[in-house]
């Protein structure tokens, strides 16, 4: 079966420091692999998507960037973090689709920007 | 702009059916509806999708208008564990949009 993973499941960061989030998929190859974002009582906004190792596309122009180095494992970085980058990041990932496939995500990190 | 719109918040007796309306008036021919609920520090969780006709799965039903502008989540019977925000999503293709969802309570 497949499971996502993604860490760490907390992380409290001051303004200007760097950033990495780590997602790994387990159980499947070449999937879609997404990065969203979650401010606090609002829905999802998705922030980059990846069809393929390399292959990145970013929707929200912002300070952060994105990474797929390996088949089953997508990053989130930023070298210099702002307080509005708090928020709740969620990966997920789906099969090759275009529309009608689940996506599922993973357990998410809560950041928090001081 | 939100391509979905939900009410904030609805309310449900234990054990009765439940409602969750959705519009998303600029759907085009090809997205597809999904839902999703999602608990407090949790990622969300699938619950059902379609495209033009009603569908049923085991959680839930799901009827969707005849024009495609608006649709509704049927959770047949309520428990205290369907308590969670439930967000209707237009899949095309490329990415989810996801609405504001309406965060339901289950009154028992």
């Known amino acids: 079966s497949q499971t996502i993973h993604q860490w760490p499941a907390t992380l409290v960061q001051p303004v200007g420091s760097p950033l990495s989030l780590e997602c790994t998929v387990e159980?499947?190859?070449?999937?879609?692999l997404y990065w969203y974002r979650q401010a606090a009582g609002r829905g999802l906004q998705l922030l980059f998507y990846?069809?393929?190792?390399?292959?990145i596309s970013s929707e929200v122009p912002q300070n952060l960037s994105a990474s797929r180095p390996q088949d089953r494992q997508f990053i989130l970085s930023s070298k210099k973090l702002l307080l509005s980058d708090s928020g709740f990041y969620l990966c997920?990932?789906?099969?090759?689709?275009?529309?009608?496939?689940?996506?599922?995500f993973g357990p998410g990190t809560r950041l928090l920007v001081l | 702009d939100a391509k979905t719109t939900q009410p904030n918040s609805m309310e449900s007796n234990e054990e009765e059916p439940v409602h969750l309306p959705c519009n998303h008036s600029?759907?085009?021919?090809?997205?597809?509806i999904h839902w999703y609920r999602q608990l407090p520090s949790q990622g969300p969780e699938y619950v059902i999708h379609?495209?033009?006709s009603n569908v049923n799965n085991r959680m839930a039903s799901l009827a969707i208008a005849e024009d495609r502008k608006s649709s509704t989540l049927i959770l047949h019977r309520a428990t205290l564990r369907d308590a969670a925000v439930y967000y209707c999503?237009?899949?095309?293709?490329?990415?989810?949009?996801f609405g504001t969802g309406t965060s339901l309570t289950v009154i028992p």
């Open positions: 999503i237009l899949d095309t293709g490329n990415q989810f949009y």
């Open positions: 159980g499947t190859s070449n999937p879609n």
């Open positions: 990846s069809v393929g190792i390399g292959q």
């Open positions: 600029t759907i085009s021919g090809t997205d597809y």
């Open positions: 379609g495209l033009t």
């Open positions: 997920a990932w789906s099969q090759p689709t275009r529309g009608g496939e689940t996506q599922y």
